[in-house]
């Protein structure tokens, strides 16, 4: 059974930082690539970041690239989102997201491309 569980949401005043992690359990974590997407009250779900199996291949939504950074360990196998600079509108449920398709950003950051989601971790941001 696959199971990916975010943790590392919570309420940050403008201009804070957070670092959401995802750990994955049930699937080899190493042979697939990873997303962070976010949906807030009454939009779509949206593409956040991806990174590629090894690490070495990353991007980002034009929204967060120069503020978010993707990284994962597989050792452990996790996925890390650290976001800095936040804004009143980052605020939105995290989800993490795993795929086994690899095409570049423009193939990772559709929100088909990915099999399995966590549960989501709800970050907020006060101006």
């Known amino acids: 059974q696959v199971q990916l569980v975010e943790s590392g949401g919570g309420s940050v005043q403008a201009g804070g930082s957070l670092r959401l992690s995802c750990t994955a359990s049930?699937?080899?974590?190493?042979?697939?690539?990873m997303g962070w997407f976010r949906q807030a009250p009454g939009n779509e779900r949206e593409f956040v970041a991806f990174i590629g199996q090894s690490g070495s291949i990353t991007g980002y939504a034009d929204s967060v690239k120069g503020r978010f950074t993707i990284s994962r360990d597989n050792a452990k196998r996790s996925v890390y989102l650290q976001m800095n600079s936040l804004k009143p509108e980052d605020t939105a449920i995290y989800y993490c997201?795993?795929?086994?398709?690899?095409?570049?950003?423009?193939?990772?950051?559709?929100?088909?491309?990915?099999?399995?989601w966590g549960q989501g971790t709800q970050v907020t941001v006060s101006s």
């Open positions: 997201a795993a795929s086994l398709t690899y095409g570049g950003v423009r193939v990772s950051s559709q929100r088909s491309q990915y099999r399995y």
């Open positions: 049930g699937l080899t974590f190493s042979a697939y690539v």
